[in-house]
């Protein structure tokens, strides 16, 4: 290779790295392994090193992944760190770990020890405690600044908010894991898989997701939890690692007991061979396992490069898999219609459970897998409901096996299957007549994040059976009598049934446009649409060109909705919903305060005296509207402190103002103020439609 191409190469891996890192720490939807990306960061270390020449300042070598979420919108406060929170050196060899050990040794004179501990597969956090209260919870951000999510790591259970014992300084940092143990993440998917969006690939990007959520409520509800394994401060007097850690449990401190002092890289070895086994047996995902130098003063000697620190390495565990015939492939069909592929494979041990079923998702996929009933397969398994096929391995493929051949219909109702242009998916457009839909979408309309009704599966498929619903409007004409004739019912059960039913007509009205379980419309589109329109006669009468008007709504989306609407078995559900007391129009402020604004676009970027979301509402509050993106629609950039630099360069490129906070203030008539109290008011609507 040339040097122009050895130019191009180094390029080409920073741009990947880049990406993979916005995937990864941003998006929480990673689409490269974690070896890929280490085998990948590993090659251009080896040619930075072998040509510096070309080794750039903002080299993914030289800088940590960044989480900030002001690359998403910035939905929270940052504050830099006071110790840089770096990443650490990566190896799957365990030469390399001796490698680790032997410069360690030529370096530092005295005798030392290490610190041996498992690496949990979650999200870096740091926690601050002032007085032994916690006062602040930053994300590792981009290692120097990181976002406040305080309010969010209160709501993780085993998270002290205030210390327990005595001896802890008075201010001091500690340092750690948020991660989702398998029995949460199993059931967030689960829910995911029932209202079919898109499940979380592993328990690391749930509780990545999870901490960034808006709502405290939500994260308190996700299952996280928290190991902590790092103390910092500027008055600390411990010798060791380990001697702080044990004073951080008596802290009360979430610190994991799995650790383990070693003296030699013998004692590393059968510490990382024993975890590799037993590792599956436990509650929550590991990757590897941690190895650090133990004595505090050899650790400050050895130092820190640009992104890691010199005194510990990891040693990343490569992904389990497990081989497995297929015996069957099965065709289901979900509440939406979709028809997904699950394979039905021969028992497998894997990742401490057995396998026996493995999602194919979706024709493409099989075509590109290749596969056929009878052929060998990979299946890998972090942590997921319906574990994946990762490849086929030909050479125990058996001569003459035929390829499976996709449905042409629905295997419920026999309904011929249709694609929508841009989609991989095939679907059953007999919404509304399919036995598999109609139960699936009552389900979906009692479920907790939308009608919240005390009822489950087999309370549907028992009131389906006997001909009592065949829609979500039945639900609120059932009487106490048909209730008593289901399988195990009693009186008591019937009551509790039949007021959380009562219960759910004061649900929000953007929970009940979620529970219609229009196709393509989860929960937050469902907030956007009812945000945007008030109620439910004006999202029926919305034509396609207002739906797109809607924040995030994009044609797929507006496609749907009105084609639902358009329907006049629908229209009677929601009138009927709307007899019964159900809210269909939406419950708002009128936190109005001025029409300073009317009219402008406005997009915001960097942190202000207040929050984003505030900074929003008053925007909204004064007539504006805002906006995620700049365009020449764009009235104005209204720039906070550390704006971000290509909303910038976008504003400047299209002759677009820029504005600071007190600039905007400026603007506001002299009739806005804080102590303005918003009143409750309903919007009016008549349901003429219905």
Request: aromatic residues 8%.
């Amino acid at each position: 290779m040339d040097m122009n191409g050895i130019q191009n190469r180094i390029e080409e891996l920073s741009r990947l790295l880049r990406e993979a890192n916005r995937r990864y720490y941003v998006d929480s939807a990673p689409d490269m392994s974690d070896y890929e990306y280490d085998m990948l960061m590993k090659e251009l270390q080896g040619l930075e090193e072998e040509y510096p020449q070309f080794r750039k300042e903002d080299s993914p070598t030289r800088r940590v992944g960044s989480d900030l979420a002001v690359q998403k919108g910035g939905k929270f406060r940052q504050y830099p760190h006071k110790f840089p929170m770096l990443s650490l050196g990566n190896t799957y060899n365990i030469n390399e770990i001796q490698e680790f050990a032997d410069r360690a040794g030529k370096t530092i004179a005295s005798p030392f020890t290490y610190s041996c501990e498992l690496k949990f597969d979650g999200v870096a956090i740091c926690l601050e405690y002032r007085d032994g209260v916690l006062y602040r919870a930053l994300t590792r951000g981009d290692g120097s600044v990181g976002d406040d999510v305080t309010e969010n790591v209160l709501r993780i259970s085993n998270i002290p908010k205030r210390l327990s014992g005595s001896g802890w300084p008075a201010e001091f940092e500690i340092r750690g894991e948020i991660y989702m143990p398998y029995r949460a993440f199993d059931a967030l998917n689960e829910e995911k898989l029932r209202d079919e969006e898109q499940p979380f690939a592993n328990p690391r990007n749930a509780a990545s997701g999870s901490l960034k959520l808006t709502n405290p409520d939500e994260v308190a509800a996700r299952g996280l939890e928290c190991t902590l394994y790092h103390l910092l401060g500027r008055d600390l007097h411990f010798r060791t690692h380990d001697e702080a850690l044990r004073s951080a449990m008596k802290w009360g401190l979430p610190v994991s007991d799995k650790r383990r002092i070693c003296r030699n890289i013998l004692e590393i070895e059968e510490y990382i061979d024993f975890w590799n086994v037993e590792r599956r047996k436990l509650p929550f995902a590991t990757d590897g396992i941690v190895i650090k130098i133990n004595e505090l003063d050899i650790q400050k000697e050895l130092g820190y490069t640009a992104k890691a620190p010199r005194w510990a390495v990891a040693y990343k565990f490569k992904a389990e898999q497990a081989l497995s015939r297929v015996l069957s492939i099965d065709y289901q069909v979900g509440r939406t219609g979709a028809v997904t592929p699950v394979a039905n494979l021969e028992p497998a041990l894997l990742s401490g459970t057995v396998v026996k079923r493995a999602s194919l998702h979706n024709a493409d996929q099989m075509e590109l897998l290749d596969i056929r009933v009878g052929d060998y397969v990979y299946v890998e398994k972090g942590g997921e409901i319906i574990p994946k096929i990762t490849a086929v391995e030909l050479s125990k493929r058996a001569p003459k096996l035929l390829k499976p051949e996709f449905p042409q219909t629905c295997p419920d109702c026999g309904t011929p299957l249709v694609r929508d242009e841009g989609e991989a998916r095939w679907y059953c457009p007999n919404i509304d007549g399919c036995p598999t839909q109609i139960k699936a979408s009552l389900t979906h309309f009692l479920s907790r994040k939308a009608m919240n009704v005390l009822a489950g599966d087999s309370t549907v498929e028992q009131l389906f059976n006997l001909g009592y619903v065949r829609n979500v409007a039945d639900f609120y004409t059932l009487t106490a009598d048909q209730l008593m004739t289901l399988e195990g019912w009693r009186e008591k059960s019937a009551k509790r049934f039949l007021d959380s039913l009562e219960q759910s007509k004061s649900a929000p009205f953007e929970q009940l446009l979620f529970a219609l379980g229009i196709r393509h419309v989860g929960e937050s589109t469902a907030k956007s649409i009812a945000r945007h329109f008030g109620s439910l006669y004006a999202v029926a009468s919305a034509g396609r060109g207002e739906l797109l008007e809607v924040e995030d709504v994009g044609e797929i989306i507006a496609d749907s909705v009105y084609e639902w609407f358009r329907d006049g078995f629908h229209l009677e559900i929601c009138r009927r919903l709307k007899d019964a007391g159900l809210q269909t129009e939406i419950v708002k402020k009128d936190s109005r305060q001025s029409d300073s604004l009317q009219g402008k676009s406005i997009v915001i970027s960097g942190t202000f005296s207040i929050s984003r979301d505030e900074m929003k509402a008053l925007i909204e509050a004064n007539g504006g509207r805002n906006s995620g993106s700049i365009s020449s629609k764009t009235a104005f950039l209204l720039a906070g402190e550390k704006p971000g630099p290509e909303k910038l360069r976008k504003a400047e490129s299209l002759g677009v103002k820029v504005i600071d906070e007190a600039g905007f203030r400026a603007m506001l008539e002299p009739e806005t103020k804080a102590e303005n109290r918003p009143e409750e008011k309903k919007v009016p609507v008549q349901l003429t439609l219905f």
